[in-house]
């Protein structure tokens, strides 16, 4: 693979097979059961690809899975490689490396109480192009490109509110913001309601919430609030696709994590990221529903096979594709309980 190819249909199988994994799990509360499941299908496709990536952003130790976790290196290229390879082949492979940011589940929560919303998610770009961030929080404002000269990460969401709706040409009361719905946002939400801007909930995972701040004709206007930092760069590769704009900023919660940040070659932990910080040129991402989302049908049984739906964003080619997948044979999944036709 060359760095002019376009990478649109290479990585749908991967997020299909997570989410293919993950739905033989919906319903049956165990979360964590389908984090595994996904993680492992992940991890076995990403290691057929004939490509070399390495994990910029990713959540779990790689015995949960693979080499998904931060650092981790993956692809056929990479398991092919023949022990006492001469030095100047290893740097060839190192210059034709690609960066990752890895969700195999997004709402695992959801998932165990059958609910809408569970996601298997990637972000793929040249090596470099991909912010490498440590596992841990981030503060994060989304919103749609013609509203992104309005935030400031700064300043009180309700500042923030009246700002976009301005940009927007709209009232604050007409906005929709998302926020996840967790003890640590309490504040945030009174400054919400007090705006009087809508409210909408999240139960779990705030990266398809962020994608739809972006995307037209949507149901939310902002995301807000804090979350993981690999959703954090995954959002910012959509953004980049999309048009949005990200503002986001680390939250450590030890002086451990700070001192991983810094480890990392990022000496101020406090600075504001944009979406051009955390994802450059030419990234892709790819989001394959495994219950029913905002813009997807999830994983559903057919007479004729498995379907999946996946949307891929590239910002190489500048496309949005949706690719509506049927998977047949004696090794595919077929979730019960889920629609029949």
């Not at 109480?113 to 912010?131: F, K, Q």
């Not at 500042?159 to 929709?176: F, H, K, M, S, Y």
């Not at 930092?229 to 700070?258: D, H, K, N, Y």
Request: aromatic share 2%; hydrophobic share 45%; with cysteine.
């Amino acid at each position: 693979m060359t760095r002019l190819d376009c990478m649109c249909s290479r990585f749908s199988p991967v997020t299909e097979a997570a989410a293919l994994a993950a739905a033989e799990w919906i319903g049956k509360g165990d979360g964590l059961a389908g984090v595994l499941a996904a993680r492992r299908a992940m991890s076995d496709v990403l290691a057929s690809i004939p490509f070399c990536g390495r994990v910029a952003a990713g959540r779990g130790a790689d015995d949960l899975g693979g080499a998904l976790g931060q650092g981790g290196v993956t692809g056929a290229a990479i398991s092919a490689t023949p022990d006492g390879m001469a030095e100047a082949e290893t740097a060839a492979l190192e210059d034709q490396m690609w960066d990752l940011a890895l969700a195999p589940l997004e709402g695992h929560g959801v998932l165990a109480r059958g609910l809408d919303g569970a996601l298997s998610l990637m972000a793929v770009g040249p090596a470099g192009s991909l912010m490498q961030v440590p596992e841990m929080y981030m503060q994060k404002l989304v919103v749609s490109g013609q509203a992104a000269a309005a935030i400031d990460i700064d300043v009180p969401v309700g500042q923030n509110i009246v700002n976009v709706a301005e940009a927007l040409d709209r009232r604050p009361g007409d906005l929709t913001v998302a926020v996840l719905n967790r003890p640590r946002h309490d504040e945030l939400i009174e400054e919400i309601k007090e705006s009087g801007a809508r409210l909408k909930l999240m139960d779990d995972g705030d990266l398809s919430a962020g994608i739809s701040a972006a995307a037209k004709d949507s149901d939310v206007d902002i995301c807000i609030g804090i979350g993981g930092s690999t959703e954090g760069i995954i959002t910012a590769a959509a953004m980049r696709c999309l048009g949005g704009e990200i503002q986001a900023r680390f939250w450590p919660v030890s002086r451990r994590q700070v001192d991983t940040i810094k480890k990392m070659g990022i000496d101020d932990v406090e600075a504001t990221l944009t979406s051009k910080d955390m994802a450059g040129e030419g990234v892709l991402v790819a989001a394959t529903a495994v219950t029913r989302g905002r813009f997807l049908r999830g994983v559903e049984r057919g007479s004729d096979g498995v379907r999946t739906e996946t949307l891929v964003m590239c910002s190489a080619c500048h496309k949005i594709e949706m690719v509506r997948t049927i998977h047949r044979g004696p090794d595919t999944p077929f979730p019960v309980g889920l629609w029949t036709p």
